[in-house]
């Protein structure tokens, strides 16, 4: 069964970024963590209570409450780079065990304990990845390898604690991918006809896939 391994939240910490701090040094929480819809974007933060986003223009809110990242994907980069990840260390949320992220359909939703999460977009890195994580030419290696992990949506707040099972309970037929669609967005953009008919994906994601396809 698909489980939580853990759930991560990031306290304000300096990183050589834009902004100068950063929540991207994500650490495992012992006991429950709440988790709300945060509003939208600008406005909102995470959907974790407690843990920090520093910028709010392009981070969190709504459509990217959470991030999650399979343990699986993260232990075949331990073994690329030669170094240990602990869970958090993308600074994902919630690091999984056993649940196919990248495979998973966008609006896909998933009940993990008390709290319903939705699919919502595939993460696009960011410079502050790259500066925090500092391996040489890291965004375009990780844009290649298409396992970016997933942000939700929270459709029923509640609390999430290590251990709890992840169950499916409902994938839409359009068959979109994660991965596809970070693939769209980034490296292969005859790809993006496949998202017009993804209503689940966030609005300014909507809007991108319209201009480029002059859809």
Known sequence: MPRLLSVNVGARRPVAAKS?????????????????APGPKGTGGSGLVGDH?????????????????????????????????PNGTFGENLTTAGLAVN?????ETWAVGDVVLQVSCPRIPCVTFAVWLGE??????????????AYLRVLVPGTL???????????????????????A???????????????????????????????
Not at 136 to 149: C, I, M, N, Q, S
Not at 161 to 183: I, K, W, Y
Not at 187 to 214: I, K, M
């Open 20 to 36: 100068g701090t950063s929540g991207i040094d994500k650490r495992p929480v012992a006991g429950p963590v709440a988790v709300r």
């Open 185 to 215: 967005f980034t490296t292969e953009p005859e790809l993006l006809p496949l998202l017009r008919d993804v209503p689940e994906l966030p609005p300014e994601d909507a809007e991108v896939v319209g201009r480029r396809t002059g859809g």
């Open 136 to 149: 040489r030419r890291w965004l375009p290696r990780f844009t290649r390898a298409r396992v970016p992990g």
């Open 53 to 85: 986003i520093s910028d709010t223009a392009n981070h969190g809110g709504d459509h990217q409450a959470v991030y999650a990242y399979a343990r699986e994907d993260l232990d075949a980069w331990e073994t690329e780079l030669g170094r240990n990840l």
């Open 161 to 183: 604690q290590a251990g709890a099972e992840v169950r499916v309970l409902d994938v839409p037929a359009h068959g979109v991918t994660v991965a596809t669609a970070f693939a």
């Open 103 to 107: 495979g998973a359909v966008i609006g």
